[in-house]
């Protein structure tokens, strides 16, 4: 068993596209079950998403109910009727699940358990202010909640190894959920638990090789050693040099989480659920938080959570991060996953509707994922708005979902790729930069991105002794090369610098945000890029500082790349003109510009499937050129589109993405 660019492949020679959905038999009578299984089989999803939640079926420590006094918690059961349907299962054993339940799914007396609790600062308990009950959140380095996470990942080994695909229906295990700190990850929220300082001073003896010395450097401090080194607890730095603390606790974040997702992924694995694919979902806000894929080895599929409403904003978004998962997974050879896409939405967020879960789903599809998890496909308690209800009846709208399935099934859609020739590369060193200089805490950075606000809106107005504000500039920067890119119709994606050898792989031009630091290595990293052909921007400066903003040692090696200091915005739109000239790059502009367009082809970069966005609150009149295409049929309603007067015309309603299906 093995993923693959389209899904997973269970032995068969094909790969079994990852289209899911999520039904919580606890939360349902048995006589439920079934009909619900069934109706999620009847829309085509392939899939079935489940939590098993730790706080419901503990009774008490290292006791447990699995179906033997409350028959709805027979999780055994319930996956061997989704087998005898034909359904996959992704099995979701926690430790932290949500999934809208009190404690998050923890059992009562593990939040509560001082040993368990992440710290504050000033050492009090981190309490994650959240309905129906605020409670004090776990540390992700505390031994004592690890002990006790291995104990109920031991009896959900009991209870399900035996269902593990061929014999049932386990085919993907997620180690955790959401693993951003519970939601408070702003950088000086937490972890100031003694085993995490303990963890960070480890982490310092590596980071620095052993050598108090370097330390003092760094840190501007004549006398400390790594036994009294202690985390910076607010943000105080005025200059560049006074820097290097504050990036060591926000790279020392990463390896907090991924260090924690690395043991849970091993005592899985050590309880029976070995040889299956590991899998994460990074929640809303992800490139806010310390959650770094590159860090994350233990996980085999990296997916993100999908909550979006239909708007120009959130569409903006959408492409953001679904680019960069797209381009990332492709490089890996993996499928982009969305692990949790909207399909209703919890009675205490504001409300979203049926239009607003499928232009998310279809936009995320559009620019590159191919996969996802309807999240919720059959409705419960604390959730409104699920295609099929909690009695197993699928709703009127359930039917798009059935028509688009149907028609990512006729065309193979996990097979074709989106080909995006330009990265827009965001260092990991720049997003560290923006947390710590985050302005609005206790308010996490994860917050504002949700909300849609970029840094420019959340950041310090400090520049630290550079030229302009760093994060602020380097957010401009690329923002005026987007911009131009859209205009101009150049399909690109956004590209992580912790993974830029793999997230870059294909790519004809690379324009990297470079205000700041960067480490030698990543640099090292864009001369291989563009030894490979690629054409490599920089600017708008030439990096002095390294990734923890200390002075690098000898200057940087710009022979073969490009510096562009953009010193007008307004030059991106040449710079983008002369790339489409002389690198050959492929253009498909809409008119008017507020349309979107996003290409899919197959092997071969013949277009097979073509869709139109228009996150606007009016209808618009799209025309679009793409080349080889002189007419399409709408996947969903079969209207057929034909080339008139050197463009294809078509009408796209307000808050609505057209699938088109390619002639010939």
């Known amino acids: 068993m093995r993923l693959t660019p389209g899904g997973l492949d269970l032995g068969q020679g094909e790969a079994l596209p990852l289209w899911a959905g999520a039904m919580h038999y606890w939360r349902h009578p048995v006589a439920s079950w079934r009909p619900g299984l069934e109706a999620m089989r009847g829309m085509g999803l392939r899939v ?3 939590y098993v939640p730790w706080g419901v079926h503990e009774t008490s420590r290292g006791q447990y109910d699995f179906g033997e006094r409350n028959p709805s918690l027979d999780v055994a059961r319930f996956l061997a009727i989704a087998h005898e349907l034909g359904l ?18 923890l059992p009562e007396r593990v939040v509560w358990d001082p040993r368990c609790q992440a710290r504050t600062p000033g050492g009090n308990p981190v309490i994650l202010p959240i309905v129906p009950v605020a409670f004090p959140v776990p540390s992700y380095a505390s031994e004592v909640f690890f002990e006790e996470t291995s104990l109920w990942y031991r009896a959900v080994g009991d209870r399900l190894t035996h269902l593990r695909w061929p014999d049932g229906p386990i085919v993907l295990v997620q180690v955790d959920n959401e693993g951003a700190l519970y939601f408070r990850d702003g950088q000086y929220d937490q972890d100031y638990h003694p085993d995490a300082i303990e963890q960070f001073q480890g982490f310092l003896r590596v980071k620095y090789r052993r050598s108090a010395k370097a330390l003092q450097r760094a840190w501007l401090v004549d006398t400390i050693d790594f036994a009294d080194a202690q985390p910076p607890r607010r943000f105080d730095a005025r200059e560049t040099r006074e820097l290097a603390r504050h990036v060591d606790w926000a790279e020392f974040h990463e390896l907090l989480l991924s260090s924690a997702m690395d043991r849970m992924a091993k005592v899985l694995a050590e309880v029976g659920l070995d040889g299956l694919p590991t899998t994460h979902n990074l929640p809303l806000g992800e490139s806010a938080t310390p959650l770094n894929p590159a860090r994350m080895t233990a996980i085999d599929l990296i997916g993100l959570d999908y909550y979006h409403r239909a708007s120009p ?22 499928p982009a996953f969305g692990a949790e896409v909207g399909a209703g939405f919890p009675p205490f967020f504001a409300a979203f509707d049926e239009r607003d879960s ?7 599809l559009a620019y590159g994922l191919r996969g996802f998890n309807l999240y919720m496909a059959v409705e419960r308690d604390r959730w409104i708005g699920a295609p099929i209800d909690p009695q197993g009846r699928p709703r009127p709208f359930a039917a798009q979902y059935t028509r688009l399935l149907g028609a990512l099934d006729r065309v193979k859609f996990h097979e074709l790729r989106r080909r995006a020739p330009v990265r827009l590369v965001v260092p990991r060193a720049l997003r560290r930069l923006a947390r710590i200089t985050h302005a609005f805490g206790p308010l996490t950075p994860a917050l504002f991105h949700v909300a849609g606000a970029g840094w420019r809106e959340t950041v310090l107005e ?9 994060v602020i500039a380097a957010e401009a920067y690329l923002r005026a090369f987007e911009r ?6 150049v399909p690109f994606a956004y590209a992580g610098g912790e993974t830029l050898d793999r997230s870059t792989v294909g790519a004809q031009w690379i324009v990297c945000a470079s205000t700041g630091g960067l480490a030698p290595h990543f640099i090292e990293s864009l001369r291989a890029a563009r030894k490979g052909g690629a054409r490599v921007t920089i600017g708008p400066r030439v990096p002095e500082l390294d990734g923890s903003m200390l002075p690098l040692k000898s200057p940087v090696d710009m022979t073969g790349l490009d510096l562009e200091p953009l010193d007008d915005l307004g030059r991106a739109d ?12 492929p253009t498909w502009p809409t008119d008017p510009v507020d349309a979107f367009v996003a290409v899919h082809e197959d092997a071969d970069e013949a277009p097979r499937v073509v869709f139109a966005m228009n996150p606007t609150d009016r209808d618009l009149t799209v025309r679009l050129s793409v080349p080889k295409v002189d007419a399409m049929v709408d996947a969903m309603d079969g209207q057929r589109i034909a080339k008139a007067g050197g463009a294809l015309e078509l009408t796209v309603p307000s808050r609505v993405v057209r699938m088109f299906v390619v002639e010939g």
């Open 48 to 50: 079935l998403d489940t």
């Open 88 to 105: 996959r299962c992704v099995l979701r054993p926690g430790p932290h699940i949500n999934a809208e339940l009190t404690f998050f799914g």
């Open 313 to 334: 904003s959130e569409h903006w978004t959408i492409l953001r991060r679904t680019t960069e998962l797209a381009v990332r997974s492709e490089g890996l050879g993996r």
């Open 358 to 364: 499928m232009y998310t789903l279809m936009c995320a």
């Open 462 to 470: 400090r520049d630290f002794g550079l030229d302009a504000p760093p």
């Open 484 to 489: 131009s890119l859209h205009a101009r119709g």
């Open 574 to 585: 040449i710079l983008v003109a002369r790339r489409i000239e002389k690198l050959g790059l």
